[in-house]
């Protein structure tokens, strides 16, 4: 079965930082890009960033850049999304997701998604 399973979500008050990870199960995301979203109380899911198969590739929201950075371990089948300077704003449900090209997650959304961490941040 195709996992991908989100953590590291919480309360963290506004300027905070946290760490979330997606550990990948089931098959190989290596020749995937691997990507974030979220989605937050009463909006529609949006794109947070995306990282090529290789590492080479990212994209970020403009919301986020420059305050996220995504990268991915292969050795642990494992993506990550490092958030700082956090803003009340980016209170939301973050979910992982992989897609063939971190371009076709940009554009499209994933082909697999995880069920989601919920991060609260505190003003």
């Known amino acids: 079965q195709v996992q991908l399973v989100e953590s590291g979500g919480g309360l963290v008050q506004a300027g905070g930082s946290l760490r979330l990870s997606c550990a990948a199960s089931g098959r190989s995301f290596s020749d995937d890009a691997m990507g974030w979203f979220r989605q937050a109380p009463g909006k529609e899911r949006e794109f947070v960033a995306a990282i090529s198969w290789s590492g080479s590739v990212r994209y970020y929201a403009e919301t986020v850049r420059g305050r996220f950075a995504i990268f991915r371990d292969h050795a642990k089948s494992a993506a990550y999304l490092q958030m700082s300077s956090l803003k009340p704003e980016d209170t939301a449900v973050y979910y992982c997701?992989?897609?063939?090209?971190?371009?076709?997650?940009?554009?499209?959304?994933?082909?697999?998604w995880g069920q989601g961490t919920k991060v609260t941040v505190s003003s």
């Open positions: 997701a992989a897609a063939r090209t971190a371009q076709d997650m940009r554009n499209r959304g994933g082909d697999y």
